[in-house]
């Protein structure tokens, strides 16, 4: 399963490839070198994970992977903020992330919680409000009549199923693997599937996008 999901990161990695003239003069080429970086972060910890070096991958993901993840998305937004209330939303989100990663590794090293990591949790949730402080002012703008071909809509809607669908995953993660390991079980392949479809969707953005 962790394989296929290289899988789908690659698939959406070389769609964009695909449409590059399309996106060549837009911001969205940055979004394509992201999914670059994703699958070569992931190739990379994969490798690592079969050598000796394997105690590596950890750090890569709690202190490059997983923090450039959330910092290019709320750059996102911010980007795609029509309004200085939201881009003053998103900035407030992007510090209180940086704040919770400082907390992470001052004050919650070494212990052990519910939720997998402080940073990553609190990443997410920050990330939902961004992205649920875009719909809001899609929705009441004109684009929304031309959702179909809108890249940053397709985009933003893989990200709410995936970072919805998977908080109460990673939030309880000890809790479930530890006392109810059938439901654990269960939800990991709910939270490979869920990150299967936001790749999806994305492939589907790149392809229905149309330029302004």
């Known amino acids: 399963m962790q394989y296929t999901t290289i899988f789908m990161e690659l698939a959406s990695f070389v769609t964009g490839l695909l449409y590059w003239n399309k996106i060549k ?6 979004f ?26 950890n750090t890569i993901f709690n202190y490059i992977i997983i923090p450039v993840e959330f910092l290019f ?14 881009r003053l939303l998103v900035i407030a989100c992007c510090v209180l992330y940086l704040l919770s990663f400082i907390a992470d590794q001052y004050f919650f090293q070494g212990k052990k919680f519910l939720f997998d990591s402080f940073s990553y949790c609190a990443g997410n949730l920050l990330l939902l409000v961004a992205i649920l402080s875009f719909f809001m002012e899609f929705s ?5 009549l ?10 933003s809607l893989g990200n709410l199923v ?3 669908g998977t908080l109460p995953y ?12 059938e439901i654990f079980n269960y939800y990991t392949y ?23």
């Open 25 to 30: 003069n837009s911001i969205w080429v940055w």
């Open 32 to 57: 394509v070198i992201y999914l670059g970086f994703i699958v070569t972060g992931e190739l990379v910890c994969n490798y690592l994970s079969y050598t000796s070096y394997n105690n590596k991958v």
């Open 73 to 86: 998305f709320y750059w996102l937004y911010y980007k795609h903020a029509s309004s200085k209330k939201n």
């Open 140 to 144: 009441k703008g004109n684009e929304i």
């Open 146 to 155: 031309h959702f179909r071909s809108s890249l940053i809509f397709w985009v």
């Open 162 to 164: 995936f970072y919805l």
């Open 170 to 181: 990673f939030g309880l993660i000890h809790l479930l693997y530890d006392n109810h390991r």
């Open 190 to 212: 709910l939270m490979f599937a869920l990150d299967w479809a936001m790749y999806l969707l994305f492939i589907i953005g790149f392809i229905k996008w149309k330029p302004k």
